[in-house]
């Protein structure tokens, strides 16, 4: 296949936003859409090589492969050598762990499936994985696994290969459009959903082979040239996290990637754009550039929390270029060249290196991230709540309730008392369970773990995107019907924990309250005012509304929660726990680091109460006044145990030494034992 150089400016303006974007400029809010970019280039070169190849009784799977090789793995394999020693340096030993694990996946081909495991709520920061980039290359190499196979037995079968590879473009399609809105994490990095990204290359290579290059005027071309352009420059700049990706949003960088492959040739504006001596060189380094713009990324924002400027990071981004440029030059040149390298040493040394990271991996992973080259400070066991669960496992075994849909329970603490609370509420429940479970053994009181499947806290407040709000209201009015119900059937009062400020985020001082004075909710991360700062993934949680529209108004998240609240409480007590305070530092990582320094515990670690009380004023309002409009509401203020207590006009996060948080937000036992006291004896009261 003839060399076309504007290909290799395409990659370029598929990389640079990728990286722009890993690296936190705003401006590429949809920079990850290079990927898909890439995916289109990926898939149209090996289509038209395979299909030439066995159009020419040519193809050979095992040179197939050996080329693939050569491409993929000599590069890959140095920035992975590269970046052993940073995490075993910087990085925590659960973090190691993490690490090593994706080492091993990323040398089996698989790290998208492992990434996609360890998505969820009490996953790492994404941003914090040095080789989570390498997702896309593992989708790409099980994409080849049997793509080849396929247009082999397509072609002995004497059929063309367009219709074929259309309905498993659409099928792929629109099971990815399904997904985004169903199982997210899954969409994202799993091939089912990203496998008519590379076949819509596939398609522009199959339709060249069989029918040529279209055969219209030049001007025609530089139209369609530009629209290709336009589309992928659109994306970039105007898609951001709340675009439903992979899904039909993207088929506008994909099919702009096609247009340009199709139409972009022999002259014209965006030809002599793409065949920019810059963008080529640029592009001819783009593998390498991709490859170790993650790792440098990674390590920077962990080194500082997230919180590094623009000027650092941007010196991160230029200095992968001449790491790229040494990379193209002494280890991708080199190994393309079978002169230089040849076959038996490429697969000898694969094998052998190949070993090496998977031994390396497995036992990175088994030793947990070498836990004992740290001597942990005292009670600092995990370091996040998703860490102790993986650890301690649940206390009790969670299953759908029968006759009520979308209801999840399991029973803990004294099995044989009449007398059953339940715990209900997001992860700051899960937090409260294992000391509730023992205080409620010795109280002679059963619990009940419950929650919605899928709905939410507040069954009517959802994060985004939502792909049909209509049906989302009544599953989930339904659902909220169904909880309230089985509580009151099941328990004589409920404990209700949540971390409100996040449910309502955003809101803003214009969009009214109850109360004019409104305060803004307009970071989603906290930040104590004195060096924490809590970074999590942008979400936006919209109020639904019955006719399946959705509003971020903060009188109707505010209504919403009153319906909720009211129904629950409507025939038994409900002990409505406020804002737990956040504290803006991960604490594991805060008594590491001092006892690493300084060879003991860190004794207080404390943040001004003013910090709470702007933070959750508006989640304050939206709580007081469904307590008082309610005399079965019984309100419960974490605020009186953590703040201004044991430090004056502070909250807590850790006192003589002990944490009582996990990490940013979730109480440890010690701060659950804490707040259960003061809890229990609201009941206690009552019951009396």
Not at 1 to 13: H, K, N
Not at 436 to 443: M, R, Y
Not at 555 to 560: A, F, M, P, R, V
Request: include cysteine; aromatic fraction near 14%; proline fraction near 5%.
């Amino acid at each position: 296949m003839q060399y076309r150089p504007e290909i290799d400016g395409l990659r370029a303006l598929a990389v640079l936003p990728v990286i722009f974007f890993h690296a936190g400029f705003t401006l590429f809010s949809g920079g990850y859409v290079g990927v898909d970019v890439f995916f289109v280039i990926s898939g149209y070169l090996i289509s038209r090589i395979l299909l030439d190849e066995i159009a020419q009784r040519k193809f050979s799977i095992t040179r197939f492969y050996e080329r693939r090789i050569r491409r993929i793995l000599p590069a890959l394999y140095v920035v992975m050598l590269a970046s052993i020693p940073v995490p075993w340096l910087l990085f925590s030993p659960p973090e190691t762990k993490v690490y090593f694990q994706s080492l091993t996946a990323v040398t089996l081909f698989s790290s998208n499936i492992l990434f996609f495991l360890q998505s969820g709520y009490f996953d790492l920061a994404s941003e914090l994985k040095p080789l989570l980039h390498t997702w896309s290359l593992s989708v790409e190499e099980q994409f080849y696994l049997f793509f080849p196979v396929f247009l082999l037995v397509l072609t002995a079968l004497r059929l063309k290969v367009l219709v074929p590879i259309f309905l498993i473009f659409i099928a792929s399609l629109l099971y990815a459009n399904y997904e985004v809105y169903n199982n997210p994490s899954a969409a994202f990095y799993l091939l089912p959903s990203r496998m008519w990204e590379l076949l819509v290359g596939a398609l522009t290579a199959a339709w060249v082979s069989y029918y040529g290059l279209p055969n219209i005027s030049q001007k025609r071309r530089e139209v369609f040239s530009l629209i290709g352009v336009a589309a992928i420059l659109f994306s970039i700049f105007v898609y951001d996290h709340n675009t439903p990706f992979p899904s039909v949003y993207t088929l506008v960088p994909t099919f702009g990637t096609a247009f340009i492959l199709l139409f972009a040739r022999d002259s014209g504006f965006v030809v002599s754009l793409l065949r920019n001596r810059i963008l080529v060189g640029i592009g001819l380094l783009s593998y390498s550039l991709y490859l170790w713009h993650q790792p440098l990324i990674a390590f920077v924002k962990y080194q500082h929390y997230f919180q590094a400027s623009n000027a650092v990071m941007l010196i991160m981004v230029l200095l992968t270029f001449p790491l790229s440029y040494l990379t193209w030059r002494f280890v991708e040149t080199p190994f393309r060249d079978r002169s230089r390298v040849g076959s038996k040493s490429l697969m000898v040394s694969t094998v052998v290196v190949s070993s090496a990271f998977i031994i390396v991996g497995v036992v990175g992973h088994v030793k947990e991230g070498f836990r004992d080259r740290y001597e942990l400070p005292p009670n600092v066991q995990w370091i996040s709540l998703g860490d102790k669960i993986d650890q301690q496992g649940e206390v009790c075994r969670y299953a759908p309730v029968e006759n009520y849909p979308g209801v999840i329970a399991c029973y803990f603490g004294d099995a044989s008392s009449a007398t059953t609370i339940a715990l209900y509420g997001d992860s700051h429940a899960d937090a409260m369970l294992e000391e509730t479970h023992h205080a409620f053994e010795k109280k002679g009181i059963k619990g009940l773990r419950v929650f919605n499947d899928g709905c939410g806290t507040v069954p009517l407040i959802t994060k985004l995107p939502i792909k049909d709000g209509k049906t989302y209201y009544d599953k989930c009015t339904q659902a909220q019907e169904n909880l309230a119900r089985y509580i009151e059937q099941q328990a004589d009062a409920v404990l209700l924990f949540a971390r409100w400020t996040l449910i309502y985020y955003p809101v803003s001082a214009s969009q009214g309250a109850s109360d004019a004075k409104t305060p803004q909710i307009n970071a989603l991360g906290f930040d104590n005012t004195v060096g924490g700062v809590e970074h999590i993934q942008y979400r936006e949680n919209v109020a639904v509304r019955n006719d399946g529209s959705v509003s971020v108004a903060a009188l109707e998240k505010q209504e919403k929660t009153q319906q909720f609240l009211s129904r629950l409480s409507q025939n038994i007590p409900l002990y409505l726990h406020y804002p737990v305070p956040e504290i803006g530092w991960d604490i594991y990582s805060e008594n590491l680091e001092y006892y690493t320094e300084n060879g003991k515990p860190l004794e207080t670690l404390a943040y001004p109460y003013s910090a709470y009380q702007q933070r959750h004023q508006f989640a304050t309002s939206v709580l007081d006044v469904v307590s008082n409009q309610n005399s079965n509401i019984v309100p419960v203020q974490p605020s009186q145990v953590f703040c201004d207590t044991l430090v004056e006009a502070h909250c807590v996060a850790q006192f003589n030494g002990e944490p009582l948080y996990l990490d940013d937000d979730h109480l440890s036992n010690a701060g659950a034992r804490l707040l259960l006291k003061k809890t229990l004896s609201k009941i206690d009261l009552i019951s009396r």
